[in-house]
T-cell receptor, first 111, second 111 residues
């Protein structure tokens, strides 16, 4: 079946602009996660949605980052006023049990 | 704060040899994950270990978990070139599945 999909696959933006990254989880998966991977920081948790519960936002690095999940399915990660240190690969994962399945990621470059 | 350490960070080994990657974590956790990442690709789930003494094997890879020592190992038997990749361990907990990742071990198999 279809895996986790993310769009766009690559995004180049100018410092100060806002960006939106999209994640389509595997159908039927109740949990959705955002992580980011960068050379300096490795793989970091950002935010976690589980069903209708309030999301765990404890990994968001600043208030410029936000995410929502509509209808328990698609999620959008928004970064406002992007900074160069936001450059990274943003990975989405979904699960229905303990195994998290990762999408291909969005590579974000902030110039 | 949970910390996850892997060693070695880099490993270059000859085909046919055996080796072990180590993953230590600092606080009690319910589950231990191993993922593989090929260059430019996303994360592929290899193993999920849920209890003390758990051992799982897939092909030339075998993972084990010692929750008392807070240690997991990924053992490679008779390495082949196709196993060249970066391997990550990650730690999670039941009820809040956000993962804390190790630094990764970059494995290169030399013919």
């Amino acid at each position: 079946g279809a895996g986790v999909s993310q769009s766009p696959s690559n995004k180049v933006t100018e410092k100060g602009k806002d960006v939106e990254l999209r994640c389509d989880p595997i159908s039927g998966h109740t949990a959705l996660y955002w992580y980011r991977q960068s050379l300096g920081q490795g793989l970091e948790f950002l935010i976690y949605f589980q069903g209708n519960s309030a999301p765990d936002k404890s990994g968001l690095p600043s208030d410029r980052f936000s995410a929502e999940r509509t209808g328990g399915s698609v999620s959008t990660l928004t970064i406002q006023r992007t900074q160069q240190e936001d450059s990274a690969v943003y990975l989405c994962a979904s699960s229905f049990d303990e195994t998290q399945y990762f999408g291909p990621g969005t590579r974000l470059l902030v110039l | 704060e949970l910390k996850v350490e892997q060693n070695p960070l880099f490993l270059s080994m000859q085909e046919g040899k055996n080796y072990t990657i180590y993953c230590n974590y600092s606080t009690t956790s319910d589950r231990l994950y191993w993922y593989r990442q090929d260059p430019g690709k996303s994360l592929e789930s290899l193993f999920v270990l849920l209890s003390n003494g758990a051992v799982k094997q897939e092909g030339r890879l075998m993972a084990s978990l010692d929750t008392k020592a807070r240690l997991s190992t990924l053992h490679i038997t008779a390495a082949v070139h196709d196993l060249s990749a970066t391997y990550f361990c990650a730690v999670g907990n039941f009820g809040n599945e956000k993962l804390t990742f190790g630094t990764g071990t970059r494995l290169t198999i030399i013919p």
